[in-house]
């Protein structure tokens, strides 16, 4: 079946540095990725979507490019702000009625 | 402009006794449903999907229960809580197409003791 992997648990990182958050997939079907955020005690918000290969995706200063070849879609920002402290998932459209798999999330601790 | 609700808000229970949590969505009709639950600091769990009225199907089976009375109102329930189902219960909605996003209600904080 379809899979979502994100490899860090947990990433730290000092406010104004470049962050990175990996995510991989597994699907045999059209694929259809997504990134959510979720800050404490909130519900997740969609950040990104994308189905189209190659093509740079942005919001709110992150983005992500799919690319189908290695099934990865990461997230990037050039300068983590102490706001962007939340949990992160990305996500899988598997079959529509079931909607999406999620990764296990990769939580993102900004520090002054 | 679509809204979801979620109720209660919050809500402390006793081992044992019964459980139920409710959500509606305005603005949208026939919308596909869900519900995930998530442990205190982990990773979110789908735990049922509706794609119509009166037609619920289960992803996860942790001794809960969902129904789907009316098309804008998602209910989970179940008649004994244990400790272990302590957490955090999100329903979300999608349009009813293929690849949709899918959109989160606030969510209530449920404690089990």
């Known amino acids: 079946g379809d899979s979502v992997t994100q490899t860090e648990g947990l990433v730290t990182l000092t406010e104004g540095l470049p962050v990175m958050l990996n995510c991989t997939y597994q699907?045999?079907?059209?694929?259809?990725l997504f990134w959510y955020v979720q800050h404490l005690n909130e519900a997740p918000k969609l950040l990104l979507k994308s189905s189209t290969d190659n093509k740079r995706t942005e919001h709110q200063g992150f983005h992500a490019t799919l690319h189908k070849s290695s099934s990865s879609f990461h997230l990037q920002k050039s300068s983590a702000q102490l706001s962007d402290s939340a949990l992160y998932y990305c996500?899988?459209?598997?079959?529509?009625?079931?909607?999406?798999?999620f990764g296990l999330g990769t939580r993102v601790s900004v520090f002054p | 402009a679509q809204t979801i609700h979620q109720w209660p808000v919050a809500e402390i229970k006793a081992v044992g006794s019964p459980l139920s949590l409710g959500c509606t969505i305005k603005?949208?009709?026939?919308?596909?449903l869900y519900w995930y639950w998530q442990a205190t600091g982990g990773t979110l769990q789908q735990l049922f999907y509706?794609?119509?009225?009166?037609?619920v199907e289960s992803v996860v089976q942790l001794n809960l229960s969902a129904s789907r009375p009316k098309d804008d109102q998602f209910i989970l329930s179940t008649e004994k809580l244990l400790l272990s189902h302590s957490g955090f219960y999100l329903c979300a909605w999608s349009h009813s197409y293929n690849y949709a996003e899918q959109f989160f209600g606030p969510g209530t904080r449920l404690t089990v003791l």
């Open positions: 699907t045999a079907y059209s694929t259809f």
């Open positions: 509706s794609i119509t009225v009166g037609q």
């Open positions: 603005g949208k009709s026939s919308p596909n």
């Open positions: 996500a899988l459209s598997e079959d529509y009625a079931q909607g999406l798999t």
